[in-house]
């Protein structure tokens, strides 16, 4: 329970380094890329605390470099997953009972050490194991560092909403965590998310059991141990890299699981809604499902669009991260008499982007995560060029000899439901509809309706009413909608991000609404002169 004083300010965000040559942090962070390179790091399950060894493991491997080996990573089965069920629920009690400031100071204090000292650790991880160039790893953590913040301070918006209270009568409301545990389950594109997703529910009182990709685990596992430092207790959170089939089995149909916290793909996450579906009559709650999932982001432009920033906004939006953002840009509408020197530009601007290792400093884009991306990427580009209703504008080779390059792309689409226009990729190939300019209101509707997603989308236009009629017609068509800008980039407290329709249940990580999905309040009414009487004043005759 929290106590009557509520001292925490709303937090401001991270502000990034710039790792400029000569600067102090760009030393550092190359001392510890080095250093984690030459390392193989053997990770074990974190389970009540202590770690646990298995004999089945996966290797780690850079994905700019996909013989290279940086970790390697016990792999919980179903013995260890009953047994962080078992210490989840074991330290629930005491977790539950420790007075909110001293949960809370457990993860401010990791956010300062993530903004500070302990940096470089995450950053470098990440690099090294995403495949993510220098700004990607630092805003990546720097997102981390504000979810814990802003979930701190969320969580004292929702102790301190409390319901009016009338003369000798004390209403309260007490926010109790869900009764069981929370399933995380996190996908390997940003350590931020793997990292909020057990986290959040944890701040406001949650035990959780947190799964990490096993494309991520080496940051994930960072930032597990930088929490027990931090003094999180034993069991409050179990880290258990296992399969995603496993995890459904043992402990998703579990009857304690009371929440789910998931970012992902749309498949997985409708797969696991039908797994509790079938199972519901056998849950001690009805489970709180909450999944950020799959999309296919839009950039929209206008004819009286601004060019530089429209293709400044395509080539950062679509291929920043190798296009592997849920908030990338993939499919774009420009219209013919614009499109002559957009077309142009963006050849000019693709060609100057460095695809490579991330430890050069120099490189745009690196690698995708791995070789299941990679074959995918690989089949759309295939198709693409063997098909009459595509033209590359940009890139359409792919290399994976060293570690999984596919070249940035751009595909010119005849029809604005060609596969490359509706379904997710998740990688750097961005298809581009020209429309025709008297076509306006079509191609806004078949910009809604084509692809099942809705996460983020962005129209670039200078006519004013123009935006109020684009934003009109695609005000279901994402969750984050941009106006001159790209349709990636959003940051906690001030962008509060998450999508509808296929692309998830929208609650907006990092911000009240997601954090109130943990709770489970119990309205409790206290009368200090409780009343005698039966008989109500009105029963008299007159
Ligand atoms: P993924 O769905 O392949 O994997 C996500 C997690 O689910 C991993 O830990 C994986 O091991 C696990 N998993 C796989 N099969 C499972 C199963 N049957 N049961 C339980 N767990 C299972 O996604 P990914 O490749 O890691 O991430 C990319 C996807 O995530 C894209 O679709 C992207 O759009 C989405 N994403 C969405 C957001 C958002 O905020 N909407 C943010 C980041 C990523």
Redo the contacts with the bound molecule.
């Keep these: 329970m929290p106590n009557a004083y509520f001292t925490i300010e709303k937090p401001k965000n991270d502000a990034f380094n710039g790792y400029l040559p000569g600067s102090p942090e760009r030393a550092a962070l190359k001392a510890e890329l080095e250093k984690q390179a030459a390392q193989v790091v053997k990770i074990p399950l974190i389970i009540g605390g202590k770690e646990v060894w298995t004999e089945e493991t996966i290797q780690v491997t850079m994905p700019h470099d996909h013989k290279h080996v940086i970790a390697e990573c016990c792999m919980a089965g179903e013995k260890e997953l009953n047994m962080a069920i078992d210490a989840a629920l074991e330290a629930k009690d005491a977790w539950e009972a420790m007075p909110w400031e001293h949960r809370s100071a457990i993860f401010l204090k990791a956010a300062d050490m993530i903004t500070g000292s302990y940096r470089q650790v995450l950053n470098a991880s990440t690099m090294l194991g995403q495949s993510k160039t220098v700004f990607q790893a630092e805003i990546d953590i720097a997102e981390l560092a504000d979810f814990l913040r802003f979930g701190v301070w969320g969580a004292q918006e929702i102790f301190g909403d409390q319901p009016a209270s009338s003369a000798g009568v004390w209403n309260r409301q007490d926010y109790r965590p869900l009764d069981g545990f929370i399933c995380a ?6 350590t931020s ?1 793997g990292g909020n997703l057990p986290t959040a529910p944890a701040i406001v009182g949650n035990v959780a059991l947190w ?4 494309t991520a685990v080496l940051s994930n596992y960072y930032y597990m141990k930088l929490l027990q430092w931090c003094g999180l207790p034993a069991g409050v959170i179990n880290f258990v890299p296992c399969t ?2 496993d ?2 089995k043992y402990v998703v149909s579990h009857p304690k699981m009371a929440g789910f916290h998931f ?4 498949g ?1 996450f409708q ?2 809604w039908k797994q509790v579906g079938e199972n519901i009559a056998s849950y001690a709650n009805y489970p709180r499902l909450v999944g ?4 296919k982001d839009f950039i929209f432009a206008h004819n009286t669009a601004d060019i530089e920033p429209l293709v400044a906004a395509i080539v950062r939006g679509s291929f920043e991260y190798q296009g592997q953002k ?1 908030s990338a840009c993939s499919r774009a509408f420009v219209p013919a008499s614009i499109w002559p020197v957009v077309e142009k530009r963006l050849k000019e601007q693709t060609a100057t982007l460095k695809v490579g290792d991330v430890q050069e400093f120099d490189t745009f884009m690196a690698a995708v995560i791995d070789k299941a991306s990679f074959e995918t990427c690989k089949g759309y580009i295939d198709r693409a060029a063997a098909s009459p209703e595509c033209e590359f504008v940009a890139g359409g080779s792919y290399d994976d000899s060293k570690g999984w390059f596919v070249q940035p792309t751009i595909i010119r689409c005849k029809t604005p439901t060609y596969e490359s226009m509706v379904k ?1 990729i ?1 990688g750097p190939i961005v298809s581009i509809y020209v429309y025709e300019n008297d076509k306006l209101d079509e191609t806004l509707a078949i910009c809604d309706s084509a692809s099942p997603y809705a ?1 983020t989308g962005a129209i670039f236009a200078q006519d004013r009413e123009v935006i109020v009629k684009m934003e009109r017609a695609l005000r279901n068509s994402s969750g984050n909608f941009y106006i001159n800008d790209k349709c990636t980039g959003a940051v906690v407290g001030q962008q509060p ?3 509808a329709r296929a ?2 249940t929208n609650d907006k990580a990092g911000t009240v609404l997601n954090m109130i999905r943990w709770v489970s309040p119990h309205t409790v009414k206290e009368t200090f002169s409780p009343s005698s009487a039966i008989a109500y004043p009105y029963m008299t005759e007159a």
Excluded: A, D, W, Y
């Design positions: 389950i996190s996908p390997f594109n940003f998310i799964k990490p990709s096993r995603g089939g995890m459904s970012t992902g793909s749309t997985v797969s696991v950020e999932t799959g999309g849920c997710e998740f996460l991000f998450g999508g692309s998830g």
